[in-house]
């Protein structure tokens, strides 16, 4: 049996689906289109050499970030993004925490999201391959170097028994120095 009511909640539901597809992809174009203009361009192509970052996240880290030169040393930028050991001292005993949050999540968020595929062996798809085309070497070499770093960090603490969360965030926070680096060549 046919509810009227329900079919009319169905089609303005896909309708609506299908509203908001179009804007994502409206965004996704014009997000593009900006991450290929000239003040953007260097920045946001270094950034897409990497495995886990394409446009949208190296747009996001770009705006996020701001001026790199701001940052003298990658660990500055690391307690930016709130992706720092948290540490915990009396007297002559230390102990470590978690990362401390307290820095720009958006950052946090953008990294470690990026660093899902870590542990995966070094390996260039087609994607990495067609957007390192035309880079400066140094640009390709930090993200080789990054790349070949997060896998051999991964694996280890895996077999080391951490939990995947904590090599993700490991690994995140691993990355945003190689991430530091090629945004220096290309600011």
Partial sequence: MKRPTCQLDIETLLAQFTSLCESIEKLDREIQRIGE????KKANDALCSFRGIDTLSAMSLICEIGDIRRFAHPRQLTSYAGLDV?????GGKQRKGGITKTGNKRIRTIQTESCQTAGKPPILSKRIKRSRAGQPPEIIDISDRCMNRLHKKATRMLYAGKH??????????EMLGFVWEAMRIGA
Wanted: aromatic content about 10%; some cysteine.
């Fill in 37 to 40: 203009s000239d003040r953007y």
């Fill in 86 to 90: 948290a540490e915990y001292s009396s």
């Fill in 164 to 173: 995947k969360n904590k090599i993700t965030t490991a690994c995140a926070r």
